[in-house]
């Protein structure tokens, strides 16, 4: 497939992934050679060690002539930050942040290795397994004792694996459930405002995006439900599925967020509503914006999660888009309090929930056409001083959807104005390296010249 082209994105969105330098490691036997007893434990896991003979999945270079790649192993732990995910607990940030949060050794807290490593009990780990090896193969996969040699035979399909423990991940809306299992959060994995304030980065997410930079390991199947390899549009079909999932999810958060005893949960709020650099009020165009739909002082909700999100409804869904829109308006309101009422919070988020889960179903199923990827884009883009006035995260959640859409078009017909549009999406995730001196006016400026480009 394709190389997505990906500006160098900024920090502050993790996007910017460098490619780390460290060689893949080398095993020599095949996973369908491995402990053939543990073959039959559905359920253990057996480390990403099982998977990396060059005859599976440890290749250097990919493979055309397969169903996989085949060097998806090798691109992993060389390319893929999920593999560093366990080292970065043991830095002197991560050290310094389990200090203040009073876990002991970040290396050894259960808080912590719930994302950065795949930290299942002892009872389900072979004995090759590492704790180490971070965010690996069966962290998406799921377990692999039971699936890890049958997989290799000849026309063995894929739902038979996943009724021995392997996870669904060709399904895009599993795929982006497991994602944000740790990019969003659950009840039990979680990033919440002390966190952050410890020195952890707040959480967002865009699955074409970071599935993008990661960069994929994997070839698209094309089955129902999924993104097909063969589909030049698959970036958008991606990245509506993820939206539409992230914001049902984000919302089923916050209603069940209302039943903790700390609440409101800061990390609900737009973070640099409050850190920002301050400036003379003649020059702040938060108080030239005004405060739409909230008191003056009150810290506002973040609604990154549907401020592109909406557009995507109305392109596709038009019938149901305003019902949406009335129900988070509702959500946006009772959040946006200095003193938030639980009830009315709860009752807003899971009604909102249940019309974000009913779109999952519909946008899942959704034809996608170049005609409306481009109208989309176009529409996003003419949204730029009302995206770009949401703050710098619903800036950044615009950014990667632009690009994603850019990628998807530019595959299908090769758009005249190709390297003008690229550069200027690059300048647009420039205006994102610094979120607490972010300027709306620059960022929407930027957006009207890609919308330029695309007439």
């Known amino acids: 497939m394709n190389a997505k082209p990906s500006p160098k994105l900024p920090r502050?969105?993790?996007?910017?992934?460098?490619?780390?330098?460290?060689?893949?490691?080398?095993?020599?036997?095949?996973?369908?050679?491995?402990?053939?007893?543990?073959?039959?434990?559905?359920?253990?896991?057996?480390?990403?060690?099982?998977?990396?003979?060059?005859?599976?999945?440890?290749?250097?270079?990919?493979?055309?002539?397969?169903?996989?790649?085949?060097?998806?192993?090798?691109?992993?732990?060389?390319?893929?930050?999920?593999?560093?995910?366990?080292?970065?607990?043991?830095?002197?940030?991560?050290?310094?942040?389990?200090?203040i949060l009073g876990l002991g050794k970040a290396e050894n807290a259960p808080r912590c290795l719930a994302c950065h490593?795949?930290?299942?009990?002892?009872?389900?780990r072979s004995r090759t397994f590492d704790l180490t090896e971070g965010v690996s193969c069966e962290s998406c996969h799921g377990p692999a004792a039971g699936w890890l040699g049958p997989h290799t035979e000849r026309d063995w399909p894929h739902q038979k694996s996943v009724a021995l423990g392997m996870y669904d991940a060709r399904d895009l809306v599993k795929r982006t459930e497991k994602c944000l299992s740790c990019h969003l959060g659950t009840q039990e994995n979680y990033v919440n405002h002390e966190m952050i304030a410890?020195?952890?980065?707040?959480?967002?997410?865009?699955?074409?995006?970071?599935?993008?930079?990661?960069?994929?390991?994997?070839?698209?199947t094309g089955e129902p439900g999924e993104a097909a390899n063969n589909d030049p549009l698959y970036d958008l079909r991606e990245m509506a599925i993820g939206q539409a999932v992230q914001l049902r999810d984000s919302l089923a958060q916050l209603e069940r967020r209302t039943r903790e005893k700390n609440w409101p949960e800061y990390a609900e709020i737009q973070c640099y509503a409050c850190h920002h650099s301050l400036t003379p009020p003649e020059q702040s165009w938060r108080q030239a914006t005004g405060y739409p739909g909230r008191q003056a002082g009150n810290p506002p909700w973040n609604e990154s999660q549907y401020v592109v999100f909406r557009d995507v409804v109305h392109q596709f869904d038009?019938?149901?888009?305003?019902?949406?829109?009335?129900?988070?308006?509702?959500?946006?309101?009772?959040?946006?309090?200095?003193?938030?009422?639980?009830?009315?919070?709860?009752s807003a988020a899971a009604n909102s929930?249940?019309?974000?889960?009913?779109?999952?179903?519909?946008?899942?199923?959704?034809?996608?056409?170049?005609?409306?990827?481009?109208?989309?884009?176009?529409?996003?883009?003419?949204?730029?001083?009302?995206?770009?006035?949401?703050?710098?995260?619903?800036?950044?959640?615009?950014?990667?959807?632009?690009?994603?859409?850019?990628?998807?078009?530019?595959?299908?017909?090769?758009?005249?104005?190709?390297?003008?549009?690229r550069n200027a999406i690059t300048a647009l995730f420039q205006q994102l390296d610094n979120p607490s001196v972010y300027e709306p006016a620059r960022f929407a400026h930027q957006m009207q010249q890609i919308n330029a480009a695309t007439r």
């Not at 410890?198 to 070839?219: I, T």
């Open 198 to 220: 410890a020195g952890h980065p707040a959480l967002f997410f865009e699955l074409d995006s970071f599935s993008a930079v990661m960069p994929r390991h994997w070839k698209e």
């Open 353 to 421: 929930a249940h019309l974000a889960d009913a779109l999952v179903a519909r946008i899942t199923l959704i034809s996608y056409e170049p005609e409306s990827a481009m109208q989309l884009l176009q529409k996003i883009l003419a949204d730029a001083d009302e995206i770009s006035a949401q703050g710098e995260q619903s800036a950044a959640q615009a950014a990667m959807v632009i690009q994603s859409l850019f990628v998807a078009l530019d595959r299908d017909r090769k758009l005249q104005n190709s390297a003008d549009m």
């Open 12 to 99: 502050p969105i993790l996007c910017a992934l460098a490619l780390a330098a460290m060689a893949a490691a080398s095993v020599s036997i095949c996973c369908a050679q491995t402990h053939p007893a543990e073959t039959q434990g559905v359920g253990k896991y057996t480390g990403p060690g099982s998977c990396a003979s060059t005859s599976c999945h440890g290749s250097i270079s990919p493979r055309n002539d397969t169903d996989v790649l085949q060097n998806e192993y090798s691109t992993w732990i060389v390319k893929d930050k999920h593999s560093k995910s366990y080292q970065s607990l043991t830095g002197n940030v991560g050290e310094r942040m389990a200090e």
């Open 318 to 346: 038009p019938q149901d888009a305003e019902q949406l829109a009335a129900s988070l308006t509702q959500v946006y309101k009772a959040m946006s309090q200095l003193s938030p009422d639980r009830e009315a919070v709860a």
């Open 117 to 124: 490593a795949l930290n299942v009990p002892d009872a389900l």
